[in-house]
């Protein structure tokens, strides 16, 4: 049995009990999460796992009813991990839980199956209203987060336009290559970044170079770094207005 894993009690169970495998890097945080899930009538902490192979190692061994997902994992990350559990187990439900962008990374974790995308900062509230919610298979995302998508969807020229294509044109990994771009990384810092080939991160940015229809490399990071900025700015609208409200 693989060290992350934590076998389930022996102790009886009620039939409606939903257990849930707790994917996370960071062990102060899955520990929070954790004792967060205690709190919860009906939920049980059947694992946790701290990387990728763990996760998948976990999984087929506990097959939890529900994961809590981050994205930044060693190895795969977690949208990858999210399509390989479900591709075995459709009915899992799959809960993303992180600090990145929703904008880069929302809709393809919800397009890779998960029920609910939630960003680590939101409240433990928000975090148990998700967990419920998307073990019963309902779809969830914060209103907060929501309002960041909606705003930035509405305000970024990168949103299909004419019929040319959008960002969310591209692949997984090619969102990826997109984000750290944005970062100011450069092609060997990504490959070593993603543990992938120099020579990968070069066919990568040609494709999407191609997608959105840039006519040089500048003009895509020049985008991605555009896009950044706009994100970071409407993440400090967001700080500022909830000071104020606090206030």
């Not at 998307?134 to 705003?151: E, G």
């Not at 294509?165 to 070593?192: C, N, Y």
Request: a negative charge.
């Amino acid at each position: 049995m693989p060290p992350s894993v934590l076998p389930a009690p022996s102790s009886q169970k009620s039939a409606l009990t939903t257990r849930v495998l707790v994917v996370d890097d960071h062990p102060g945080f899955r520990l929070g999460v954790v004792e967060m899930l205690h709190d919860i009538e009906g939920f049980e902490v059947c694992g946790e796992a701290g990387d990728s192979a763990s996760a998948m190692d976990s999984f087929r061994h506990l097959e939890p009813d529900l994961v809590v997902m981050d994205i930044s994992l060693p190895g795969r990350d977690g949208i990858e991990v999210t399509k390989m559990m479900l591709a075995e187990r459709p009915h899992t439900t799959v809960l993303v839980l992180t600090m990145h962008d929703e904008l880069f990374y929302g809709l393809r974790a919800l397009k890779a199956g998960a029920y609910g995308y939630l960003r680590k900062d939101d409240t433990l509230t928000q975090l148990a209203d998700a967990i419920r919610l998307t073990a019963s298979r309902t779809h969830y995302v914060s209103p907060k987060l929501l309002a960041h998508l909606v705003k930035k969807l509405a305000h970024t020229p990168t949103v299909e336009v004419e019929g040319k294509p959008a960002i969310q044109g591209l692949s997984d990994r090619e969102m990826e290559v997109f984000h750290w771009l944005a970062k100011g990384l450069g092609t060997r810092q990504i490959a070593t970044q993603l543990g992938l080939s120099i020579k990968t991160i070069e066919t990568h940015r040609a494709h999407i170079k191609s997608k959105l229809r840039m006519p040089t490399a500048e003009s895509i990071v020049k985008l991605a770094r555009e896009w950044h900025e706009l994100d970071e700015q409407s993440c400090a609208l967001e700080r500022n207005g909830n000071g104020q409200e606090a206030g």
